[in-house]
């Protein structure tokens, strides 16, 4: 099925590829215990676990730790490949707030047996995505956000997308080379420190402070 996204301004935009970066902010590579990488990491997630605001994540029941990610998302609005950094600004649509859930003891199997992370990035339900914030509200200017992600109203995650090691110019420009950019593609950017445990009944509330925010609620999958 075709999955849309919402701009905050009414319109709707096909939903193209899903990208996703790892290890952008330093503070989150120290709680995982890892480094920033020399090249980015990037993985994928497919359309399928889009969803949208008021939406519901739907926890496997084959994972035990299941873990929230806020993070600032890209939306690519025109095709293109081999995009510097100085012109990937002309490629944005908007931008959103994004959850990157992710299942932690999956992942961390999935690392020590140097296996991908489809499973554990790329579940059902796992990318929630806001409304979308029309570029054209930043005058050709790529802002720098405050992120924030409340579980059940208490604060986990608070951090401003300037302490991105890649920025967003950097991250458009090096997925345009790599894999080509889509109109409807989104780029979840990485997340700050803070990460942590979800459970069945929590709402979790992520905001783009001051411009957009996304409430989704968490339950456990009947099956599978
Ligand atoms: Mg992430």
């Given at each position: 099925m075709k999955r849309y996204l919402n701009f905050l301004d009414g319109r709707?935009?096909?939903?193209?590829?899903i990208y996703a970066v790892a290890s952008n902010y330093k503070k989150h590579a120290d709680e995982m215990g890892t480094t920033i990488p020399d090249e980015p990491t990037i993985f994928l997630k497919p359309t399928s676990a889009y969803?949208?605001?008021?939406?519901?994540?739907?926890?496997?029941?084959?994972?035990?730790?299941?873990?929230?990610?806020?993070?600032?998302?890209?939306?690519i609005g025109k095709d293109g490949n081999n995009v510097s950094e100085e012109d990937a600004v002309n490629y944005i649509a908007g931008y959103a707030v994004g959850i990157d859930v992710t299942l932690?003891?999956?992942?961390?199997?999935?690392?020590?047996?140097?296996?991908?992370?489809?499973?554990?990035?790329?579940?059902?339900?796992s990318a929630?995505?806001?409304?979308?914030?029309?570029a054209t509200e930043f005058n050709g200017n790529i802002p720098d956000f405050d992120l924030l992600l409340k579980v059940n109203g208490e604060i986990r995650?608070?951090?401003?997308?300037?302490?991105?090691?890649?920025?967003?110019?950097?991250?458009?420009?090096?997925?345009?080379?790599v894999f080509s950019l889509n109109e409807g593609d989104c780029i979840f950017t990485g997340t700050?420190?803070?990460?942590?445990?979800?459970q069945d009944g929590d709402t979790i509330f992520a905001e783009l402070v001051?411009?957009?925010?996304?409430t989704c609620f968490v339950a456990n999958k009947l099956e599978g």
């Open positions: 709707k935009c096909e939903l193209s590829n969803i949208s605001d008021g939406g519901t994540i739907l926890l496997p029941k084959f994972s035990n730790e299941i873990h929230h990610e806020v993070e600032l998302v890209v939306v932690r003891d999956t992942q961390t199997k999935a690392k020590k047996e140097g296996k991908p992370w489809g499973i554990a990035k790329g579940f059902y339900t929630p995505i806001s409304s979308i914030v029309p995650q608070s951090a401003n997308t300037r302490m991105m090691e890649r920025s967003v110019a950097q991250l458009v420009s090096f997925i345009s080379k700050p420190e803070g990460v942590g445990k979800i001051g411009f957009v925010s996304l």
